[in-house]
C-alpha cells in the first residue's frame, strides 16, 4: 500500500524532471531551427570578405611589414589601425586583436583573431565551459568566452565610446573567427547592453560577424540578437544516393 501512495509522487517528479530537460535544451541548443530560413542575399554578404580579409591581419606581428599577404592584401591601412594587441598584451586572457577605424566603408571595427594551437592560455579560455553556470541576459552563454569578452570590454570602452562620438556616422563591427568569433559574439551582447556607456549608441548602428563560430550562447539568446549577430558557416550538402 505504501509503494503504490508513492507511484503518484514518482510520476510528478519524472514529469518536472522531463519538462526541466526541455527547457535546458531550447536554452542550450538551437537544434534545427535554422533549416527553413532562406538564403543570405548578395548585399548582406558582401562585406564578410572584408571583415575576413581584417581578421587575417591581426595574425600579423608587423601589419606594415606582413608575412603572410592574401591575394589582393589585407586592405588595410596601417595608420588606421588604433590598437593592435598581441597574446602578451592581454597576458592570455583573450586573442589578439586590433582596433580599425576604416574611413573608406565608415567603420570602426573591432577584429579578434582565433585559436592558437601553440598557446595554452587559448585551450583554457576555450575549455572553461560551465555548461549552465555562465548567465546572461536571461540565457545562458560559454563562461571563458564571456571573461575574455569582459576583458575587451575593459580595455576599450572608453576608447570605443571617444571613437564612436568622433564618427557618429560610421558603424561599429566587431568581427572574429572561431575563437574570435565566441568572443566578438559575447562583445556585440556586451556593448548592447552597455550602450549608455558608449553615449546611448543606437541599436542599429552595432553588427557583429561571427565567421566559424564557437557554440557559446543558448538559442534564445541567439533569436534576441540576430538582427545584430551574423554566423557565418560553411553548409556543406551531402548528397543522398
Known amino acids: 500500500m505504501s509503494v503504490a501512495c508513492c507511484v503518484p509522487v514518482v510520476e510528478c517528479v ?20 535554422s533549416e527553413n530560413w532562406g538564403l543570405a542575399i548578395a548585399s548582406e554578404f558582401e562585406p564578410v570578405p572584408r571583415f575576413c580579409r581584417y ?8 601589419i606594415r611589414n606582413p ?19 598581441s597574446h602578451e598584451d592581454t597576458q592570455g586572457k583573450v586573442s589578439p586583436y ?3 577605424v576604416d574611413h573608406q566603408n565608415t567603420d570602426i571595427v573591432v577584429a579578434i583573431r582565433g585559436l592558437n594551437m601553440a598557446k595554452d592560455s ?37 576608447l570605443l565610446r571617444e571613437l564612436v562620438e568622433r564618427y557618429p556616422d560610421y558603424t561599429l563591427t566587431f568581427a572574429g573567427h572561431s575563437l574570435g568569433a565566441g568572443v566578438v559574439t ?27 563560430p564557437t557554440r557559446c550562447v543558448s538559442l534564445n539568446l541567439a533569436v534576441r540578437y540576430a538582427d545584430i549577430i551574423n554566423s557565418v558557416v560553411l553548409q556543406i550538402v551531402v548528397p543522398c544516393n
Not at 519524472?14 to 527547457?23: A, D, I, N, P, T
Not at 581578421?55 to 608587423?62: H, L
Not at 556585440?188 to 561571427?210: H, P, Q, S, W, Y
Open 14 to 33: 519524472y514529469c518536472l524532471g522531463c519538462v526541466r530537460w526541455v527547457w535546458k535544451k531550447f536554452l542550450y541548443t538551437a537544434g534545427r531551427e
Open 122 to 158: 587559448d585551450f583554457l579560455v576555450l575549455l572553461d565551459d560551465k555548461l549552465g553556470q555562465a548567465e546572461f541576459d536571461g540565457g545562458y552563454v560559454h563562461n571563458g568566452l564571456l571573461k575574455a569578452a569582459e576583458w575587451v570590454w575593459e580595455a576599450e570602452s572608453q
Open 67 to 85: 608575412i603572410s599577404t592574401p591575394p589582393g592584401g589585407y586592405g588595410i591601412d596601417p595608420d588606421w589601425v588604433i590598437v593592435k594587441k
Open 98 to 100: 586590433l582596433i580599425y
Open 55 to 62: 581578421i587575417m591581419a591581426v595574425y600579423e606581428d608587423d
Open 186 to 212: 559575447l562583445l556585440t551582447m556586451l556593448t548592447v547592453k552597455n550602450r549608455e556607456k558608449l553615449g546611448l549608441l543606437d541599436r542599429k548602428r552595432i553588427r557583429c560577424f561571427a565567421i566559424a
